[in-house]
């Protein structure tokens, strides 16, 4: 199974709601990446999606298609499973961009998860 992480979005948002360009902070963090060691481990194609750098190289741009072009940007990855890092402060765009992605692609399922709190 070929199965696409993807971070969570993290923009300034004093910058991404006023139309100037936000810079995203790329990164990802060791738990997205000991997942996808497992999943490797377990015989599955496993690649990892950071929209923050993608959106920095300017793979989509901050309009009112945003979240309909990061769907699209993910729809290249041509995955069986989309998994998706849900963090608090980017909850509201991963899941608008998760909904946009299930519009258009919906035999793929999507998982989110995070942070466990105790």
């Known amino acids: ?19 100037v360009d936000a810079l ?14 497992c999943l490797k481990q377990s015989g599955h194609e496993v690649v990892i999606a950071d929209l923050n750098l993608a959106y920095n190289n300017g793979n989509w ?3 009112d298609r945003f979240y309909y072009n990061a769907a699209e940007y993910l729809k290249s ?3 069986d499973l989309l998994g998706f ?4 402060d980017a909850y509201h765009h991963t899941i608008n961009i998760a909904t946009r992605y299930k519009e258009k692609n919906k035999n793929v399922p999507i998982v989110l998860g995070g942070i466990r709190q105790q």
């Open 77 to 79: 990855y041509n995955s």
């Open 61 to 63: 741009q901050n309009d």
């Open 24 to 37: 995203a902070q790329p990164y990802i963090p060791l738990g997205l990446l000991s997942l996808a060691a």
């Open 1 to 19: 199974m070929k199965i696409t992480l993807v971070t969570s979005p993290f923009f300034d948002h004093s910058t991404f709601y006023s139309g």
């Open 85 to 88: 890092l849900t963090a608090y």
